[in-house]
Each structure stands twice: as C-alpha cells, then as structure tokens.
C-alpha cells in the first residue's frame, strides 16, 4: 500500500541552528501539504503545493520557514534558525488533488522537532 | 472562514460503554467534514467523512458520526468503546473541492478505563 514517508522521524536541534525535513507523497498525487502541530492542539497548514507551485502559505514564517517542490514530487521544509517556539510534530500529506470532487489526504508519520 | 470547535479536551470512558466525542464547525460554505485519529507518535488516519451525501456516515473501527447541518455538529460516537480505541481524535473541516486544506479542531484525548 502507497505510503507518504517523511525523514527524519525525529530531531533535536539547539536554537539558532538550521534544519530541514524531507517528504516523499504518494506516486502520482499532484498536492502536498505541510502542516504543524504543537503538542496539545491540532494540525494548523504551513504550506499547500499544487505540483511545483505553492498555491497557500499565508501561516509560513516566512523570515524562518521555506519549502519548496522543485521537480512537483518530493518536498523539503526548512528552518533557520530554528527557536524554541518551534518545537513540534511536522506532518506532510498528499492528495491526488485532481478535479472538483473530494480527494483524500493521506498523512505521513510526521518528524518531531524538539529546539533546545 | 472555516473553524472547528471540539468539546472537551479530554474524554473518559469505560471499556463496552458509549463513546460520544462532540464536534461543532462553522463554515461560510457547504463543508466537508472529517474524524481523524491520532495513535502516540503516529500521524493522522483518517475515520470517516462526510462529503455531502448521507448526513449518517460509517467509518473504521465501528465508529460513525452523523451530520446536522441545523446544529452545525458533527459528532462521533461508537457503541462499545475498546481499550484500542484509546488515542487522540481531532474533527476537522474543509471546503467542498479537490485540493482543500484542512481546518482542525483542537482535539479530544480519549482514555478507556477497564
């Protein structure tokens, strides 16, 4: 069964230092998602790619955060500097993301971040 | 604006009793509706949704939740809870079209007691 994989599953980093997260979404599905979640709450969108192209990312720092989905397939998240505040579950998710009707969003495993 | 109001950050329930975790949306277009489940550690799967055909919906695991568009809720409910059922679980909202985001709720950690 087609997976979303995400590595590192976990990290620490001390504040100030950069680090970066990788996605891989299922063959085929043309939408990824980035999303956060501080422990205690639920998923908030970092960042919404339709192929290559960033179609959201109004809630992305974006004096820390970037992303990007260069060839349309996999996608990585970076922070630099990282601060404390971000210390979180990052989830990826994909879709098909074709039509007008409902697609599924399929979750990676998610990378815990833990700033020091 | 969409938004997702779960009720009761926390939920106990014995094992073979009734699991009701509510959920409340607001949303300025007809929404799609989902229960997620989250395992410690793990990410999201996906229980059922609810995509504007029947406003009862069936999910994995005996859970179902029915759609009441007078009472914006959307809450969850299974029958006899098991000790498996034991996770955190988030409602969330989108709207109708391929390539939504999803808005989520803050959660509900649901604990079964033997």
């Known amino acids: 069964e087609a997976e979303v994989a995400q590595s590192p599953r976990y990290k620490i980093t001390e504040k100030s230092q950069a680090v970066a997260f990788w996605c891989d979404p299922i063959?085929?599905?043309?939408?990824l998602y980035w999303y956060r979640q501080i422990l205690g709450q639920g998923p908030e969108l970092l960042v919404q790619f339709q192929d290559e192209s960033v179609v959201d990312d109004s809630q992305l720092p974006k004096d820390r955060f970037s992303a990007e989905r260069l060839k349309g397939v996999d996608s990585t998240l970076k922070i630099q500097p990282a601060e404390l505040g971000d210390s979180a579950m990052y989830l990826c998710?994909?879709?098909?993301?074709?039509?007008?009707?409902?697609?599924?969003?399929?979750f990676g495993p998610g990378t815990r971040l833990t700033v020091l | 604006a969409q938004s997702v109001t779960q009720l009761g950050s926390h939920v106990s329930v014995s094992e073979g009793a009734l699991v009701l975790l509510r959920c409340n949306y607001s949303?300025?277009?007809?929404?799609?509706l989902f229960w997620y489940v989250q395992y410690p550690n793990q990410g999201l799967q996906l229980l059922l949704k609810y995509t504007s055909a029947a406003t009862l919906v069936k999910g994995i695991n005996g859970f179902e939740a029915e759609f009441k568009k007078s009472e914006t809720s959307f809450h969850l409910t299974k029958p006899s809870a098991h000790m498996s059922d034991a996770a955190e679980y988030f409602c969330a909202v989108s709207g109708f079209g391929g390539a939504q985001k999803l808005v989520f709720g803050q959660g509900t950690r649901l604990t079964i007691n033997p």
């Open positions: 949303s300025s277009v007809p929404p799609y």
């Open positions: 063959s085929g599905h043309a939408t």
């Open positions: 998710a994909s879709s098909s993301g074709q039509g007008n009707s409902y697609n599924e969003q399929f």
